[in-house]
């Protein structure tokens, strides 16, 4: 939004989850540092992070998948820093780190607990109270960060978490030792996924029978995302990739890992791994499987690059070969470790499915307003026919009514402003959740449009507003305007 405001439209819009992916990098390498890596396992780690499917295909998106990953970084970076010297200024800074996460996605709560929790308990045994003192200062800092986002909801929604309804839908139902199993295998599942149909029905399979032998339906209602239903299949869409190079990796490094446990117990990695471990569990105890949970995972990920690049250069780094000096070995393995992962990364970086860098309907040579539909081409024809219909009305005040579960609103917003006029005013009307109540009051009470745009009202011919009354004028796919006579 304040690229938007800066710059007056939305060409930097992408920018953000770029640059939080650079600092996430930034800060892994620092925590890989703190964990006690080299200057070769800490640009492993980078390597590692930067290799990762998702964060590939997420570095380009609006979403906020790494804007977490980085704030959950800097977390994590900060009580590391607490752990070894209690100092008001990372607290400040752990506090802020906090805060921001919790303020940018709910998964924070998740991922974030264990290592607070590690903290406390660390720092309880040695400073007391100090350590009381600090935590709950890092606490309220965090707290005071959201203060307006609960008050907020907390005077729509009588909760300060948001619409109870929303949570209720994504929170598991049921939460016992099958519903926890059920919820981790399918979570990794996501991450299984090959080009061949054959393999992923079978994996399936196998996973049905799984959750047979449990006695839970592999699709149950408690555990599973309103209407969604378990599959496995390979893309390289943003919401949808795996990363099963990463998590193949991940699990040869803790196989590495916990046979030579002893070596480790040294450093951090033990708490480091508990902890990433122990916020993945929360997540799958806590909420229900969802179809797009690979790119919720994304922290998970570039949180573990630190000890996916430790273990695997300190346990195939010592390769016995008398003919090479020890550097050499050194480097032939970096270096290997290096091709291996780039080569990987070709499908992701070209080939993500809204924006293509190659081929047929690349960004290149796909016109802009094309793009915003990327995802839903079904719709394009109808926004910009709605909009075309409008200009000719020289309408500038519109209202808008979304009767759909997840009806576009934005593109219209861009259409408006490019084609209609610049000083457009665009209000959603005729709403019927909770946040109606405001419908009464300053700046909403004393809109009234020229016409209405309305998305998925098929049938309606005429449309009541605030005793005025709109009729069907346009027409086309799920869109209808509705206009005064």
């Known amino acids: 939004m304040h690229f938007q405001i800066l710059i007056g439209n939305d060409r930097f819009a992408n920018v953000i989850q770029f640059l ?15 964990l006690g890596a080299n200057r070769k396992e800490q640009i492993l780690t980078v390597l590692v992070a930067a290799t990762i499917p998702m964060g590939i ?7 906020n998948d790494y804007v977490v990953t980085f704030w959950l970084i800097c977390l994590v970076y900060y009580l590391m820093l607490l752990n070894k010297r209690l100092r008001i200024t990372y607290t400040l800074a752990a506090g802020s780190s906090l805060g921001l996460a919790l303020l940018t996605k709910a998964t924070a709560y998740l991922y974030a607990f264990p290592f607070l929790l590690y903290f406390a ?41 948001g619409d109870p309804h929303i949570v209720d839908i994504c929170r598991n139902q049921l939460m016992n030792a ?15 996924a090959l080009p061949s149909k054959f393999v992923n029905t079978a994996t399936y399979n196998v996973i049905k029978i799984i959750h047979a032998n449990l006695g839970i339906n592999i699709n149950d209602p408690a555990t599973t995302f309103s209407t969604t239903k378990f599959h496995i299949y390979f893309s390289l869409h943003e919401d949808f990739s795996g990363n099963l190079i990463h998590l193949i990796l991940l699990m040869l490094c803790s196989i590495f890992f916990f046979a030579r446990v002893k070596q480790w117990k040294k450093t951090d990695m033990v708490s480091y791994y508990a902890a990433v471990s122990g916020g993945f569990l929360l997540f799958c105890l806590y909420l229900k499987w969802q179809p797009w949970h690979s790119r919720l995972h994304l922290p998970l990920f570039v949180l573990l690059s630190p000890f996916i690049a430790m273990v695997l250069w300190r346990s195939f780094n010592p390769i016995e070969n008398a003919r ?19 080569f990987t990364c070709p499908p992701w970086l070209f080939y993500n499915w809204p924006k293509k860098l190659v081929g047929p309907g690349n ?8 793009q915003y539909f990327s995802n839903r081409w079904d719709v394009k024809d109808s926004y910009v026919g709605a909009i075309d219909f409008l200009k000719t009305k020289r309408c500038s005040d519109i209202g808008i009514v979304l009767l759909g579960e997840d009806d576009f609103e934005y593109p219209f917003v861009v259409l408006i402003q490019n084609q209609v006029s610049d000083s457009f005013r665009l209000e959603h009307v005729n709403v ?19 016409a209405i745009l309305c998305v998925n009202g098929e049938g309606d011919n005429r449309l009541l507003f605030k005793g005025h009354r709109y009729v069907k004028e346009w027409s086309s796919g799920s869109v209808t305007v509705f206009a005064r006579p």
């Open 432 to 450: 019927n959740n909770i946040s109606s109540k405001y419908s009464d009051v300053p700046p909403f009470d004393n809109f009234n449009p020229c």
């Open 20 to 34: 939080t992916m650079i600092g996430s990098f930034t800060g892994i390498s620092m925590i890989a540092m703190q």
């Open 121 to 161: 308990l660390r720092n309880l045994k040695t400073h007391k109270f100090r350590s009381i003192t600090h935590s709950c200062f890092l606490i309220a800092l965090a707290v005071i960060l959201n203060l307006g986002y609960y008050i907020r909801n907390l005077q729509l929604f009588g909760y300060p978490f």
């Open 178 to 192: 099958q519903s926890l199993t059920s919820n981790l295998i399918r979570n990794i599942a996501i991450h299984v």
């Open 363 to 370: 960004i290149f040579t796909t016109s802009r307003i094309e």
């Open 324 to 342: 090479l000096s020890s550097i050499r070995r050194n480097s032939i393995f970096f270096f290997s470790i290096v091709f291996f992962l780039m």
């Open 57 to 63: 295909l997420q570095a380009s998106t609006t979403q």
